[in-house]
């Protein structure tokens, strides 16, 4: 009993000592202030009831007590009937309905839904949260909080919401050593070396992060999964982590391999069509629900890099899918098939060869022939996360099969947590783009919630991929990124910028400054980002062979993973029109390839990934494409650069510990955004031999370059790719200690000194910076960017304001080499922008 | 030179990325902002430098550097001649002067004085720091830093300062174990295991905090000293410690052991007038002054509390002092020899006997005897550090001996920095007091610094005790008598509330309402305390013979150790009148003695130290001093929870952890206050036999007694003394663990529930608090109190706010023992004043 206590107050001593490191999220439950305290205190009763008993509804119960308490400083009594008082009372719409007869609905909730409603009898004034399941009593319960956060008043509620899909789930592509494939917050919060962890606290926290969106379902494992995932020996962790999100009414569901049958199950085939196959999945999936009777599903990548899948014995997706299907289905599961199949050894120099076409190829013919628990899982485009795609023309085509979309909240092509990129406009984008399935009105998000062919399942995936990190994420404001999805998720037509506010106010609070800021640097990052990674559809321009982070323009091209943009000495673009090229447009309906084939109605977001064209095109706004490149990429730099002055305005008014980590993240970023914009603006530049119109691109009177300095010890070397380093070179140390020096020959006054070094992860070097004798700055190359290599991955830039500098000054680094990383050297820029 | 650029990036990063922990205590040097920071950034030069070459002015030069690149976000330049363009310039007056012959100054600077001023040179502007001596240098750029963070102007200076007197030394009681007595602040700084620390980091930051006031000595071990300090192996950690300090001017001494030359010199006495015992001091100082040549001198606290003395050998202690003064003079040390002895096993039947006479008795009849560089050191009062004391007559009665007030900074009898308590105005009120020594205008302060007397040494000495805590000194609160300290050794005129003010915006900026509501505190704390724990002259009715800390109103009564009282049925206060009483203020110069002598003129606020008066005695004010007594209880409880109030007000607009360390001490501290109020206004009506005119000392209808509640395990216990718990008795629980419960009976409402319980040091209890079957708190008993005992030490509050109770509901406490912590429990209350 006691330690069961002490459990609890175990939340209770944290509430009041936890410094904000972002770990709470949304979910602060800061203190109200001023009158609106008083108001609200004014305004809550006392008592709440939860009138069921299961666990959801105790933790719902629970929450309110712990959510009132930290934001008005009143603890609720827990009643166990309806007081002769003011209450909150917490139920099923049945419950509710027997303890209030007098409550009249006309409109039946869906599962899930739920209402916050006032009744008064006599004097004494009731707040009910009914709803049709106890997890819908759980939302209903984290939405009367949120009123309560946002300032919004409670005493007159009359409010009804369900969600718009059934399915709202997110994917953790985490691996069973605890590392997570494209994950940017730390290591997984459920498994450590092949087993789930001893400690799990943080699942059960972040089942209720999810909860409070209306998340109901969470894979906890890499979609590239492990067969050892279905070995007898995990079932009682599963089981664990099942336990930990149960209260919080989030299903768990496993990543299976399709050749489990053969590599763990002791047969020699994973035939879909073979009875003992199929006799094996049934087995295990009655193993598995034995443990776990809740468990939500799997969700299968096949025949898709790498994976095995159903092509190896001449079967179906719908085959593979369905042998799974039918093994789940006795139990209410599952089977979430993942769309992304692609061939990854296209031959380049085709140019009617076109990745894009894959998902509709491959799935388009099997429609109608997928079992009514399968869904198919179909990412947002028809590439792979890039910085825009157009929607995939499967959302279109199917009509008689289960859709999700797959919607990537870590982000893996949009900076990777190290850039701000708030991804929920681009969502909007796609879920509000209208496919002409079946005349107007078929936008994405009605096709993927099944209310336009009336699917039975269907909805909306989120590959989350949050860690350990306090930040979930790796980056504070990329918590922006789950909250947005899982409102999207719950209500897609809300606007980005109530998501983008709401999550500010709850997160930071409601100082105006802080919330114009931030929602501003949010609302905008989407476009600044693109502005200086891919415009006009030209995807991320970065290294799609490797880590997807850094720039790399010709990554793509000559290979057979085709992500190509096919730029050329004399275009840009890929050709994927009906009439000459690829006829992924005709994949599209009519009223919607015929927009995407010419040139005249084609968005200019979007034209080279439709068509090639001339450098000299010009576009809607009058510029050239390739004017356009230029421009975007030092709208989108500045861009960045105006984010840091605007976030240290906020100094004093964000938390001390989540103000560093934001202007150290948007001061890197905004390092990163120069190394981006230089390389892609010189790479197009090299490419067409057409110079900027404005004459930046190539000429940067304020840089001295590393390999033009005087150099002891230092020595120069050609970095690849060139475009991402200036000149195409850098300087290197070899020794125990380099020296590269300069004399300033610029005028007398305060200066910023920006220094661009390369931050590999196989060393911690260090750099000192000199002014005329005297030191100025001192760092470590510290950071875990990820790459080994002198490329735009690495390339860092240290700023340095308020130096004094005068002409004839000598300019002076020192580099320490550790390890592998040689305490390399691009170039240093003197400029007066900080001052 | 690599390596030491990087001890000095040390200090770069550090800067950067340190959260507010008041480590960097008042010298901060935030960033400014707005028009501030613009303002600054126009008025300030670009280069730097200091014309002298010594560790002192170079360390001055970084400072300014460090502080304009913290506050103005600038890096001045560090020339070595005076450039043609404006500058700051840092020298000695004599290197000002062959730089800046148009400098003429009429009045000489005294040792260790500065002045700032502008000197225009056509269009440019040189700002000169000019001092006496290289100290002074320091002095004056910490003076010019000061000025920016207090957003004075500073392109048109004229401003000269000098010292109120040559000594402005702190004590540091730390052991060589590592250990500090009467420390609150963590481990030594300096010690550890019986050596200097390895890392003397905390030591070099000590050495900026104290060279930032003007404090030019530091005594680093403890007055009870250990023989060992002496050693020939202590040597080189002594010098090390002195490297540490050297560059911030601090020079350091050494307590010493009068047994030494018995205990570790091989010798078989320590007779002073032994010539082999005077040769064993003058070799001992030759050795140490030959690895340390700027040591500071000795501290020797002698025949007192156990300490050996010259009167082993029926020698004076004038003997004792000139034997080390003589041994110490060649190298230009000093000897600070402590005035604090007295007998401790005086006769407190003999109401004749005094301690407060000891001083004057012991030192008086030695004046004229001493070295010129010995320097009597005299504690403020003639007891001991007591919440009031007048000051010691002892400084009035010297007239040919140098002094040196002791002030004591570590809380011992103050709260222990668990209280805060500002003890400028407690000092200020004995360094501005007229002894009357030659007339009027004698105040003491003028006396220890030799003005009256001339003599050529004296001062100031506090009591400082720092240790590893980030806080220094265990509450950030308590900083500021460390600041305190110092600005008044530097100037004793400044008001307590211009140095409350300004330590405040150093300290936590400008905010106003931040500062108008931490001077309000700070400056209105000492009255508080000495409400609640010894007004009128009582002293701190604290455990005077154990830890000095909880409340224990006769722990000074029938010993030896003189701290008495002499409260009875009839009457309190210690008649110390020439008249009737011990004579005591006969010692004071007729003028002063006189005002003492009489109840007519003798101030309230020590007339029970004085006098002794019926309870019934009327006191100016109109009140009885039984009365006054139960009512200032009152008041300063009321008011330290007025503090928790006003400072919940500024949540938000200070530094999270900073806030959280200061809410909580003030939380704990309001407890206290009711504990000490409650046990004394008890044991005054208890001893009296007068009840409270107001009615409430003995009457508390909010209060349930733990002994009176349903209790499961828990047993009754008597406390001792019977004050220190409400009732004289507690519960404590013997088995695995216990519960007492009670049944409310008062309204329905919100209430606020405090739980008085026991926090003892030798375990870690647990508690949970329940209302109605709901849990609504649990903590943990884990402060570490100076008790093991159930005591007004170990009593501590717990405070849960916001529940609402209706009649009937039970509350209950559970309590989980933990080694010989038994989860004891005094009372619960149950009020509305938090709500």
């Given at each position: 009993m006691l330690s069961k206590l002490f459990v609890l107050f175990g939340f209770i001593a944290a509430d009041c000592v936890?410094?904000?490191?972002?770990?709470?999220?949304?979910?602060?439950y800061a203190e109200l202030k001023g009158p609106s305290l008083q108001q609200y205190r004014e305004a809550i009763p006392a008592a709440v009831i939860a009138l069921n008993k299961s666990a959801i509804a105790e933790n719902a119960q629970q929450e309110l007590v712990r959510g009132v308490r930290g934001m008005i400083g009143r603890t609720l009594r827990e009643e166990s009937g309806i007081p002769k008082e003011g209450a909150i009372v917490l139920g099923t719409e049945v419950a509710i309905r027997a303890a209030f007869p007098e409550w009249q609905t006309d409109e039946a909730l869906k599962p899930d839904g739920y209402c916050l409603k006032t009744i008064r009898r006599g004097q004494l004034r009731y707040t009910i949260v009914a709803a049709q399941n106890d997890r819908g009593v759980l939302y209903g319960v984290f939405h009367l909080l949120d009123k309560i956060a946002l300032g919004e008043a409670i005493d007159s509620l009359d409010e009804r919401q369900s969600p718009y899909a059934p399915v709202r789930w997110v994917n953790q592509w985490d691996n069973?050593?605890?590392?997570?494939?494209?994950?940017?917050?730390?290591?997984?919060i459920f498994w450590d070396d092949g087993h789930a962890?001893?400690?799990l606290n943080r699942v059960s926290e972040y089942g209720r992060l999810l909860a409070s969106l209306g998340i109901n379902g969470c894979?906890?494992?890499?979609?590239?999964?492990?067969?050892?995932?279905?070995?007898?020996?995990l079932v009682p962790d599963i089981a664990r982590i099942a336990d930990a999100l149960r209260p919080w009414g989030v299903r768990v569901a496993i990543s299976v391999d399709f050749g489990s049958p053969k590599t763990i199950g002791g047969?020699?085939?994973?035939?879909?069509?073979d009875a003992r196959v199929t006799e094996w999945w049934k087995s295990k999936a009655d193993e598995i629900y034995r443990a776990i009777p809740d468990l939500g599903g799997f969700v299968l990548k096949a025949d898709s890099e790498g994976r095995v899948g159903p092509s190896a014995y001449g079967r179906t997706h719908a085959d593979a899918a369905n042998v799974v299907a039918r093994a789940l289905a006795l139990h209410g599961g599952l089977i979430f098939y993942r769309?992304?199949?692609?061939?990854?050894?296209?031959?380049?120099?085709?140019?009617?060869?076109?990745?894009?076409r894959a998902a509709y190829d491959n799935f388009r013919p099997l429609d109608?022939?997928?079992?009514?628990?399968?869904i198919v899982q179909i990412k947002n485009?028809?590439?792979?996360?890039?910085v825009r795609e157009p929607a995939s023309p499967l959302f279109g085509a199917l009509e008689r099969t289960n859709e999700a979309i797959e919607l990537q909240i870590t982000q893996e092509y949009t900076g990777q947590a190290r850039h701000t990129v708030f991804l929920v406009p681009m969502w909007k984008a796609t879920l509000d783009f209208?496919?002409?399935?079946?005349?107007?009105?078929?936008p994405v998000k009605s096709l993927v919630a099944g209310t336009i062919s009336e699917r039975p399942a269907g909805g909306f995936v989120g590959v989350a991929n949050v860690?350990?990190?306090?930040s979930w994420l790796g980056?504070?404001?990329?918590?922006a990124n789950l909250y947005g999805f899982g409102r999207l998720a719950w209500n897609?037509?809300?606007?980005a910028q109530r998501i983008a506010e709401d999550w500010t106010r709850l997160t930071f609070g409601d100082d105006p400054d802080v919330l114009k800021t931030i929602a501003g640097i949010q609302l905008s990052s989407w476009r600044t980002y693109e502005n200086y990674t891919?415009?006009?559809?030209?995807?991320?321009?970065?290294d799609i062979t490797g880590?997807?982070?850094?720039?790399?323009?010709?990554?793509?091209?000559?290979?057979?993973?085709?992500?190509?943009?096919?730029?050329d000495a004399n275009g840009v673009g890929m050709?994927?029109?009906?009439a000459t090229g690829?006829?992924?447009?005709?994949?599209?309906r009519p009223a919607v390839a015929s927009m995407f084939e010419s040139l005249a109605t084609c968005p200019d977001d979007l034209l080279l990934f439709m068509h090639h064209v001339p450098y000299t095109h010009v576009l809607r706004d009058g510029k050239t494409v390739i004017q356009y490149i230029y421009d975007s990429h030092y709208e989108g730099a500045a861009a960045v650069r105006q984010y840091v002055r605007d976030w240290e305005a906020l100094q004093g008014r964000v938390d001390e510990q989540r103000y560093s980590e934001i202007r150290a993240q948007l001061e890197y970023q905004a390092g990163q955004a120069q190394v981006w914009r230089d390389a892609v603006t010189n790479w197009f530049w090299k490419t067409s031999g057409i110079p900027d119109a404005q004459n930046r691109?190539?000429?940067?009177?304020?840089r001295v370059e590393a390999e033009s300095m005087q150099l002891q010890g230092y020595e120069i070397v050609s970095i690849v790719?060139?475009?991402?380093a200036s000149g195409g070179k850098a300087i290197q140390c070899e020794q125990s200690q380099c020296v590269a020096s300069f004399r300033y020959d610029g005028a007398t006054g305060w200066r910023t000194i920006r220094v661009q070094y390369f931050d590999q992860n196989n060393g911690v070097a260090h750099y000192s910076l000199s002014v005329a004798g005297e030191l100025v700055d001192a760092w470590a190359a510290n950071d875990g960017l990820p790459?080994?290599?002198?490329?735009g991955s690495s390339s860092t830039q240290r700023v340095i304001a308020g130096i004094a500098l005068r002409p004839g000054d000598e300019i002076r680094i020192e580099g320490v080499p550790d390890q592998g990383e040689q305490a390399a050297l691009d170039y240093v820029e003197i400029g007066t922008d900080r001052e």
């Open positions: 936890q410094a904000e490191t972002g770990r709470q999220a949304w979910l602060r069973l050593d605890g590392s997570i494939e494209r994950g940017y917050g730390g290591r997984s962890r001893a400690d894979a906890i494992n890499n979609v590239n999964a492990d067969p050892r995932i279905l070995l007898p020996a047969l020699d085939t994973f035939d879909p069509l769309g992304f199949v692609y061939d990854h050894h296209m031959d380049w120099r085709n140019f009617k060869n076109d990745r894009a109608g022939k997928f079992d009514t628990n399968v485009g028809p590439i792979d996360f890039q209208d496919m002409h399935a079946r005349g107007d009105g078929t860690g350990l990190d306090d980056n504070q404001l990329s918590q897609p037509n809300l606007s891919g415009p006009l559809g030209l995807q991320t321009l970065t880590n997807h982070y850094g720039v790399n323009v010709e990554a793509s091209e000559r290979n057979g993973w085709g992500q190509w943009h096919r730029a050709d994927r029109t009906v690829t006829g992924y447009i005709g994949q599209y691109v190539g000429h940067y009177p304020d790719p060139w475009e991402s790459t080994q290599k002198l490329d």
